[in-house]
């Protein structure tokens, strides 16, 4: 196998990046493509293709099914980090979510060391990406509020399918945009401007003529299979790149090692080694081959190639909490589907299979927000700045990013079912069902002071990484989490527009669910339920070197000659909102960038 194909690019990992990369540089007939991937291709799995199934990968075999290290800023808890282990990667496997960025933290990438890399410079890779399609009839668009799209920023002919999972039939889409107007907080612009707070209804990658999940490999994956050009191989386990030293005193990658169907081959690149494999597994592997932190790798036995201490450095998420409540009879929510009610799903299947319409049509999130925290200079203020001498300039951008009068600290949103958020288990979902039906609200941090790593445990590739987020790490997360947390429970939930969908004297999630009132209340809970957004990044940031980067702006890791990064690892600094639409951004400028070159 290893002869027979003789590839320009290598890329390990065929995820949400990987096969977008994989995808552009094959548009050239007389460029050979390889790519690894460690997962399945599950076009055709259901559980990838109806947006509804998708709590149903989580923790499955199609996720890496990764663990933090115990928190001490959760009180212990160790959370788990879910991670796309198929083709399309996190694009397979996730909510779903399509969220834009703010221009305010693209320009600081920019800003931290990457000439290039502001808004101008992303925003036609943002497009480039994929095609918003809006509702066709008036009374949608009226009923989810769509009345911002500017078609400057709007992408119109990219692979990825983009459309509103929300729903005319059901009334709480509209409720949450006529809470918000009345709240005074509706969007004030189209949130792909990258200028906007206020809340709306979101977009979800979900193709509305199929009413199925469009992802990196049901959009980037069908022009690669009809290239004689691109070899692409599943379940293939990739344990380290081959390293040899150059004249110049770099190194180059003259082969990638791994186990295909049980056998070990090393393939060659005539060109590139591209690392594609996510956030965790993009430094487990660079770290397996000998680049990294000096101290680290001797530590394992591993021996030296490249002395990088960023490797693993800088990772950033955000986290998730909510409430849940017990919606007036006659709402439709997700609670039935998840109890696996026989009448429900028989219902379900019935109206997706028949009309393409009903709930297995709507995955996570269809209504959200960017909201800003009140007086939060003053909140700040109260706290330790920088922690390190090498957080200094991140609290300082992040800061800065916060307290300008349009950014956002949180997202709000609204979930049509409950959460379980105190089990900790598979999915935030949980598996103790209620028996009642339920709307949950939701916050997600938008710009965390917080930042972990991710680092090998052992040399052995099979070891899983230590995953240390750090959450809550610096004091002021928890208190504008926990501040948010009381704004969901003391204005949106009673607000005039979404009180009456709500039981007065119903019931909630879990007991504590009463008890945020206080602020050490609220603080209880969210220490107690948060957990992952799946935003995961940072962990090979790009960065000048001396300020703990991996890669240049060219994405090249410092110290080779042939290496390059195309993952949410080089993110310097984490995006407001679900990372995806980032995610694709930035493979699609990668693959400009390369082909540049």
Known sequence: MASSFSPDYIIIGGGTSGLVVANRLSENPDVKVLVLEAGKDLSEDPRANIPALWTTLMGSESDWQYKSVPQPGLEGRSIREPQGKALGGSSAINGQAFIAPAQAEIDAWAKLGNPGWDWAGLVPSYKKSYTLIPPADQATLDHLGIDWINDEYRGTSG???????????????????????????????????????????????????????????????????????????????????????????????????????????????????????????????????????????????????????????????????????????GIMTGDPLLRQEPEALVQAQKLYVEHKTGPFTIGGMQSHAFMPTPNITELLDRFPRAQGANDTEHY?????????????????????????????????????????????????????????????????????????????????????????????????????????????????????????GTLDGAKKYVIDTVTTAYHSCGSAAMLPREKGGVVDPKLVVYGTE?????????????????????????????????KGN
């Open 159 to 329: 692979p990825i399918k983009v459309s509103f999972p929300g729903i005319i039939q059901n009334p709480l889409n509209k409720a949450w945009i006529d809470a918000f107007r009345g709240l005074n907080k509706a969007t004030n612009a189209d949130p792909f401007s990258g200028n906007s707070i206020g809340g709306y209804s979101n977009t979800a990658t979900v193709d509305p003529a199929t009413k199925t999940r469009s992802y990196a490999n049901s959009a980037y994956g069908p022009a690669i299979r009809q290239r004689p050009n691109v070899q692409v191989l599943t379940e293939t386990k990739v344990q380290r790149i081959l390293l040899t030293k150059t004249p110049a005193g770099t190194v180059k990658a003259v082969g990638v090692q791994a186990v295909v169907e049980g056998k070990a081959e090393t393939f060659t690149p005539a060109r590139d080694v591209i690392l594609a494999s996510g956030v965790f597994n993009t430094p487990k592997l660079l770290e397996l081959s000998g680049i990294g932190n000096k101290e680290l790798l001797e530590h394992h036995g591993i021996p030296v190639h490249v002395n990088l201490p960023g490797v693993g450095e800088n990772l950033q998420d955000h986290l998730m909490t909510g409430l849940s409540y017990e919606v007036v009879d």
């Open 396 to 516: 300082n951008v992040v800061r800065a990013i916060l307290e300008s009068p349009d950014s956002s600290s949180m997202a709000w949103l609204m979930f049509l079912a409950q959460t379980n958020l105190h089990e900790g288990g598979k999915s935030f979902v949980g598996s103790q069902l209620l028996p009642e039906n339920f709307a949950s609200l939701g916050c997600v941090q938008s710009h965390p002071f917080s930042r972990g790593a991710t680092h090998i445990a052992s040399a052995d590739i099979d070891a899983e990484p230590n995953i240390d987020p750090r959450y809550f790490s610096h004091p002021a997360d928890l208190e504008i989490m926990a501040r948010t947390l009381q704004a969901l429970d003391t204005q949106l939930r009673p607000s005039k527009e979404l009180a009456p969908f709500f039981k007065p004297d119903g019931k909630r999630n879990h007991p504590d669910a009463f008890k945020v």
């Open 562 to 594: 042939n290496i390059r990064i195309v993952d949410a690892s080089i993110f310097p600094l984490i995006p407001r909102g679900n990372i995806m639409s980032s995610v694709y951004a930035v493979a699609e400028k990668a693959a400009d960038i390369i």
